[in-house]
Structures are given as C-alpha cells and as structure tokens.
C-alpha cells in the first residue's frame, strides 16, 4: 500500500492554463503538505493543512491554492500557469503539525510551456 | 511503498561526539542519494549527496557513506553540535527521470 500518493506523476502544459495536482495518504494523519523543489534540490514549503487551518508561506503566489475535499486529501491548484512553476512537486503528511515524521509522496513533475 | 526507510525515528547525542544517521532502501536502480536537514515550520535544506558510483563523500563535518550491496546509507556527523539539531531525511533518486523518494525522517538531538 502506498502511504501517499500523488497524481499525476507528470504534468505537461501550456502557460496560461489552470491545473491540479491531486495528494492522499492513507496513514490517517492530520497534517498534510505541499513543497516546491526547485533545479538544485532545495524543498520550499508552500503549504500545510492541519484540520481545516491553513497556513501559507507568504512568499506563494496567490495563483496556487490548495483544497481539502477530507482529511486524507490535500489538491493543489494552480492558476494562470507561468514558466517559473515549472518544477517538482512533493506532497506529505504528518501524524499532526509540527511532528517530526513526515512521508512524503513520489512527486510530480509539473513542466510549463 | 515505502522504497525509503529511516528506522531510528530519534537520536540523541552528546555534543562533541559523533552522529550516525541510518537509511535503508530497497530499489537498486537508485544511483544518487541525499540527506535533507530540517527545522521546525521549514521545509527540509539540502546538506550533502551522493552518488552511487562513489561510497563515500565528504564535506566538512559531515560524511555520507553509501553501500550498495547492503542498500544502506549513512550520515556522520563529527563533531556534534546542538546547532545540529534537527530532524534529517534521506532521499533516494533515479537520476534520469528524477524520481526522488524520501525516508520518513530521524530527530537528531545534541545536547550541549
């Protein structure tokens, strides 16, 4: 069983268009994430979700949103597709915020065009 | 699946003394691997990798050893520091088609 999974696991697009890159964890837990990872390896955290409370690095573009349909979902949104959000995509989960444990998700690979 | 394992979910060390961080995985195409150094409400930061063709990297205070045989890698940390103190990921990678997994993350705590 895969604890977090993530779909798709590539995303190929225009710019200008919307998409959404879709996370679930079957490992019950209560926090969920979302991290950029840009060409030199470094994980950005862009989101976490923890029981209904969002917190959001400032420094995300209001373009992406992320949406949490239950507790074992966490979707990301992203509007108005620009050449820069070309990147990997990790989703993971925590047993609650702030825990140490996180499984991460096998990324996506978002390219824009 | 979890083709990335971290066994040790903490540690704790004397300062001064050495580290040990211990990852298993299971998927032998892996060919290059890395340790994520993570704080409280950050994302992980890049410390130090590897590639398969090598066993050992070094830089400063921190060394990676890989083996391949036993599908295990592990990160020294000498000395120890408190400022070490953090929760460590190991990250696995298909080089060519960057599917990266993690480990789930040991603590590291060095107490002064």
């Known amino acids: 069983d895969t604890a977090v999974s993530q779909t798709p696991k590539y995303l190929v697009t225009q710019m200008g268009n919307d998409k959404s890159i879709k996370c679930e964890q079957n490992l019950g837990h209560d926090t969920m994430y979302w991290y950029k990872q840009d060409s030199k390896k470094f994980l950005k955290i862009m989101f976490s979700?923890?029981?209904?409370?969002?917190?959001i690095n400032e420094t995300v573009p209001n373009r992406f949103s992320p949406k949490s349909p239950d507790k074992a979902h966490l979707n990301l949104h992203i509007n108005s597709l620009e050449l820069g959000d070309s990147a990997v995509y990790f989703c993971?989960?925590?047993?609650?915020?702030?825990?140490?444990?996180?499984?991460f998700g096998p990324g996506t690979r978002l390219t824009v065009l | 699946d979890q083709q990335v394992k971290q066994n040790s979910p903490s540690l704790s060390v004397q300062e001064g003394r050495i580290s040990i961080l211990n990852c298993d995985y299971t998927?032998?195409?892996?060919?290059?691997f890395l340790w994520y150094k993570k704080y409280p409400a950050e994302g992980p930061t890049f410390l130090i990798s590897?590639?398969?063709?090598?066993d050992k990297n070094e830089d400063g205070r921190f060394t990676v050893f890989l083996n391949k045989s036993a599908k295990h890698l592990s990160l020294h940390i000498v000395p120890s520091q408190p400022g070490d103190s953090a929760v460590y990921f190991c990250?696995?990678?298909?080089?060519?088609?960057?599917?990266?997994?993690f480990g789930a993350g040991t603590r590291l705590t060095v107490k002064p």
């Open positions: 998927n032998s195409m892996f060919d290059y």
């Open positions: 979700y923890n029981n209904k409370e969002l917190i």
């Open positions: 993971a989960s925590s047993p609650r915020l702030g825990a140490d444990t996180q499984y």
């Open positions: 590897i590639s398969s063709i090598k």
């Open positions: 990250a696995a990678l298909l080089y060519n088609n960057n599917d990266m997994r």
